[in-house]
């Protein structure tokens, strides 16, 4: 009788254990509940307040979101963004963003979207220039986008060149690197073309052309010309006029 009892003793200690084990053991690292959305990356930076509003009134938050979540369940090639903070725009000449149109402002956020994902090891082997999410008459803007040995990348619009060196996320499908300079597409603020030179005017009908005419009060100047001869010939017919008279 006593052996049943310790057997059934036992029995229950062992039943009271293995949970207890199984409590303890490391499990499977979490994964992520969902794909990631990238206003909310921003706002968790906490210095790109300027860039999501601007994404929000262009409705590319939104719309990229859309697109990280078909890119998620797809396992498609993600997304990277690269976010200027707010010291960035503070640093345009005022009223940059004004002189944008609606169109311009929703490719100039579409110019910091690269419609692939890249790690800073993956720009090591990207090819120049690198596209972006924004396009226009001449085709997509791009950047030239290269690596350094110090583990940073120079990104490069034609018209302002900054440093990356901090990643807000990096895990596929999005990439969001933080840069200190808003990139201003060539195609939007490059250098105009100069305008053109100004035509010559034509000559008018007998060879005259408003360059060669004579300025406004012409008409007191001292006569030249055919006007000079008959002026000529009258002080002469007067002359013999009074000659007869005396004879």
């Known amino acids: 009788m006593a052996r ?29 509940s969902g794909p990631p959305n ?23 938050d939104t719309q990229l979101n859309s697109q990280l979540n078909s890119s998620y369940a797809s396992n498609g090639g993600g997304y990277t963004v690269f976010a200027p903070t707010d010291n960035a725009f503070n640093n345009l000449k005022p ?17 910091h979207v690269l419609p692939q994902f890249y790690s800073m ?13 924004a396009s226009g008459r001449d085709g997509p803007y791009t950047l030239n986008i290269t690596a350094t040995t110090n583990n940073q990348l120079n990104v490069s619009t034609g018209v302002v060149e900054v440093t ?3 990643a807000l996320s990096a895990v596929k499908p999005l990439a969001v690197y933080s840069v200190d300079k808003v990139l201003l597409p060539f195609e ?4 105009k073309a100069p305008a053109a030179a100004p035509t010559a005017s034509k000559p008018k009908k007998g ?6 005419s004579g300025p406004a009060g012409a008409d007191d100047a001292a006569p030249t010309g055919a006007a000079s001869a008959r002026a000529v010939g009258w002080s002469v017919a007067g002359l013999a006029a009074v000659l007869g008279y005396l004879l």
């Open 4 to 32: 049943r009892i310790a057997v059934v003793a036992a029995a229950f200690l062992a039943l009271a254990v293995v949970p207890a084990a199984l409590a303890q053991a490391p499990g499977p690292a979490a994964t992520p």
């Open 38 to 60: 990238v206003t909310a990356i921003l706002e968790k930076g906490g210095q790109y307040t300027t860039f999501i509003r601007l994404m929000k009134e262009t409705q590319q």
């Open 95 to 111: 009223g940059t963003l004004n002189s944008l149109t609606q169109q311009q402002q929703v490719a100039l956020v579409q110019g």
């Open 121 to 133: 090891d993956s720009f090591q082997t990207a090819s120049n220039p690198v596209r972006t999410q």
């Open 164 to 166: 990356v060196n901090n």
């Open 188 to 191: 939007l603020f490059g250098a």
């Open 207 to 212: 060879g005259s052309s408003d360059a060669a």
